[in-house]
């Protein structure tokens, strides 16, 4: 006789909350949470905003600037050489376009650009100290930017220079030579070497232009820092001294005097002229 095994069937008694979908638990915590998400997302939005707002706002600066920048490049290169007051009325235009990008559009990239050409042209119109001042604040404000930081430093020593302070222009011309990375060292090298002589301080002068041989021996520079080395070096060289005279202590015989013609034999005196 077979026997049947019996199942009994399992009963199971779900938690309402395990049937809800992953939908309806957020849609849940969402409506429990109403307040505090609305308050978030209207925090986000107002981030997001002011983000796109500072960004819009920055490039707007950035177009107003250049086109600032590009009208003083303009008037700068547009000076006519038949006419120098034009030319200098147009270079304190383009002066004053220049600080109106530095002044007013600080945050700019056209501002450090501006700076410096603002420097050259205070020079250019004589006023020295206005472009040292501007050479200053690009050194203090744009310090970080080495390739262009030479240049900088460069056309500073030539203002000091037209300042009358020559040593200013030797400390000024030294930051380039620490620098890395600047394109315009063996110039700084040539032009240190020639303050040092104009200063009387040939040792100085030497070193300069050996550095300037020896690092850049390809640079235009250094045809003529080597002719200028050898000029110093011949002035340091003592002069050779006169042959020693003879043991006698008589003094050496004078030359032989020349002729006075081919015809008259030496030691004999030419025949006088007759007298009338």
Not at 43 to 52: H, K, Y
Not at 139 to 145: E, K, L, M, R, S
Not at 199 to 218: C, D, I, T
Request: net charge positive; glycine share 8%; no cysteine.
């Amino acid at each position: 006789m077979s026997y049947k095994i019996k199942h009994e069937a399992r009963t199971i008694h779900a938690d309402e909350a395990h049937l809800l979908s992953g939908m309806e638990h957020f849609l849940v915590w969402l409506e429990q949470n109403r307040r505090s998400v609305l308050a978030g997302a209207l925090v986000a939005v107002g981030a997001l905003a002011a983000v796109g707002g500072a960004l819009w706002y920055d490039a707007r600066q950035e177009e107003a600037a250049a086109d600032l920048h590009r009208q003083a490049v303009q008037v700068t290169f547009d000076r006519p050489a038949n006419n120098p007051a034009k030319a200098e009325e147009n270079l304190k235009q383009a002066i004053a376009l220049y600080r109106r990008v530095v002044e007013e559009y600080p945050r700019s990239r056209s501002a450090q650009l501006a700076l410096f050409q603002l420097g050259n042209a205070l020079v250019q119109v004589n006023d020295v100290k206005g472009g040292i001042e501007a050479y200053n604040k690009y050194v203090a404000t744009y310090g970080t930017n080495k390739l262009m930081l030479g240049l900088v430093y460069q056309r500073l020593a030539y203002a000091h220079l037209l300042n009358g302070d020559r040593e200013a222009a030797v400390k000024a011309l030294l930051n380039v030579v620490g620098l890395p990375g600047t394109l315009n060292k063996d110039h700084v090298l040539y032009e240190l070497g020639r303050l040092e002589e104009g200063l009387s301080r040939p040792e100085g002068a030497l070193v300069h232009y050996q550095n300037l041989v020896k690092v850049f021996p390809n640079s235009p520079f250094a045809g003529e820092a080597t002719v200028r080395m050898k000029a110093l070096e011949a002035k340091q060289t003592p002069a050779a001294s006169p042959p020693a005279e003879s043991g006698t202590g008589a003094p050496a015989s004078p030359p032989a005097s020349r002729p006075e013609s081919r015809g008259t034999p030496s030691g004999a005196s030419p025949k006088e002229p007759a007298k009338r």
